[in-house]
């Protein structure tokens, strides 16, 4: 079946401008996390959603990033005025309630 | 809080060489702990997993035992091949907890 997807798969952007970053999680999956790859800090969590609860935030590093879940389903991770150390790579993974995480192959966002 | 700990590479072995990354963690309580797997241009795959102390996780020839005492999830292979070039990630998930914490990642390199 169709795994994790995500877009845009590159995205360069100048420093100040927003974007909003895309996730279809695997059909079934209740679970949504986003996750961040840089060179400096390695993979960093940023947000997790699980059905309708409220969702984890702890891990968004400055108010400027934002997530939503569109109907328990399709994610957004928008950042706001990005900065040059936003450039990473954003990924994103689903799950089953505490089950194994699926992850899709990134979104690499470059500000410049 | 959590935290992972993996040898740092890059790690250049010969086909059919033993290998062994080390990971050992921090962690309050019973973690789960994983090992991931991420080859050049793709996203990330669970390669092995184990949820309690002395399990062993296995998966395409790989292995790691989770020993509590050290707490230690240290990856093992027997005979490496070119394919098996990649990086590789060690993580754990805390108890009651779903984010995954990551070690900082180990590239490997298998020549032939």
């Known amino acids: 079946g169709a795994g994790v997807s995500q877009s845009p798969s590159n995205k360069v952007t100048e420093k100040g401008k927003d974007v909003e970053l895309r996730c279809d999680p695997i059909?079934?999956?209740?679970?949504l996390y986003w996750y961040r790859q840089s060179l400096g800090q390695g993979l960093e969590f940023l947000i997790y959603?699980?059905?309708?609860?409220?969702?984890?935030k702890s891990g968004l590093p400055s108010d400027r990033f934002s997530a939503e879940r569109t109907g328990g389903s399709v994610s957004t991770l928008t950042i706001q005025r990005t900065q040059q150390e936003d450039s990473a790579v954003y990924l994103c993974?689903?799950?089953?309630?505490?089950?194994?995480?699926?992850f899709g192959p990134g979104t690499r966002l470059t500000v410049t | 809080g959590d935290s992972v700990t993996q040898m740092e590479g890059p790690v250049t072995l010969s086909e059919e060489a033993f290998l062994t990354i080390n990971c050992t963690y921090t962690?309050?309580?019973?973690?789960?702990l994983f090992w991931y797997v991420q080859y050049p241009g793709e996203g990330l795959q669970l390669l092995l997993k184990?949820?309690?102390?002395?399990d062993k996780g296995s998966n395409k020839g790989f292995e790691a035992t989770y020993r509590k005492e050290t707490t230690s999830f240290h990856l093992e292979k027997g005979s490496v091949q070119v394919s098996d070039s990649a990086v590789y990630f060690c993580a754990l998930s805390g108890a009651g907890s779903y984010q995954l914490t990551f070690g900082k990642g180990t590239k490997l390199s298998v020549i032939p």
């Open positions: 993974a689903s799950s089953l309630v505490w089950g194994e995480q699926y």
């Open positions: 059909s079934g999956h209740t679970a």
């Open positions: 962690a309050t309580g019973y973690p789960s």
């Open positions: 959603f699980q059905g309708n609860s409220a969702p984890d």
């Open positions: 184990a949820t309690k102390a002395d």
